[in-house]
């Protein structure tokens, strides 16, 4: 569990290829790495990855083929920056929102803008996540928690303050840029709970019903 909250930009050094995995080492000069063992987890833009080595100036994690295919790392190279952040201990304050590690989604930034000492930036995430993005809701970019100001459609404008270009990746973004998107946890388990008996009807079951405006009058949500 994380916060969303960077505490170092880590740089890749090596992308190891083993069968369809890879073995990933990441260098970082600012996280604590005191109080980090073997098996602990650090999210790596957004990636919850199990540290399986450490040296002095960073550590090593294996990359699945399927976290590969539903994030950025399909991209990522030698030279890379990443966003990084210890697990979530049980005293730490909770800075951000509730990130678990697990990516949703790939974004692409379409568009970054200056406004006044600002910037701002459009996100467009993958349709099927369109129905979790409410305006001043939370969402993970890259790792980072960040508000969602406005939102059209499968798109999403982001306002980011100087400290946050500054202590993440994301002062680096372009336009086209490949990003990593969590969604609230908060909204995928409202979305479960609002099923109530019909959450166990299979995917494949036919009668199955879609959440709708119909569905919530029927079950009692709208009045």
């Not at 270009?165 to 946890?185: A, R, S």
Request: proline share 2%; glycine share 10%.
């Amino acid at each position: 569990m994380f916060t969303g909250i960077i505490e170092d930009v880590g740089l890749i050094e090596g992308l190891v290829p083993s069968g369809d995995d890879i073995r990933l080492s990441i260098k970082t000069d600012k996280l604590d790495m005191s109080d980090v063992s073997l098996g602990d987890s650090i999210a790596n833009n957004g990636v919850c990855l199990t540290v399986v080595a450490m040296s002095k100036h960073g550590f090593s994690a294996d990359v699945s083929h399927e976290t590969i295919k539903r994030t950025g790392f399909a991209s990522y190279q030698s030279g890379s920056k990443v966003n990084l952040e210890k697990a979530l201990q049980a005293n730490s304050r909770l800075g951000g929102h509730i990130v678990s590690g697990h990516v949703d989604g790939v974004g692409e930034v379409l568009s970054i803008a200056p406004v006044g000492r600002y910037v701002e930036i459009w996100v467009k995430a993958p349709d099927e996540l369109a129905k979790y993005l409410a305006e001043k809701g939370s969402i993970t970019v890259d790792g980072v928690s960040l508000t969602v100001n406005q939102v059209d459609g499968a798109k999403f404008l982001l306002t980011l303050i100087p400290h946050s270009l500054q202590e993440t990746i994301i002062g680096l973004y372009k336009v086209g840029t490949k990003v990593n998107l969590e969604v609230d946890v908060i909204a995928r388990y409202l979305e479960r709970l609002m099923l109530g008996d019909k959450a166990a009807y299979s995917s494949t079951n036919t009668d199955k019903k879609d959440i709708s405006m119909a569905f919530l009058a029927e079950n009692g949500y709208l009045k």
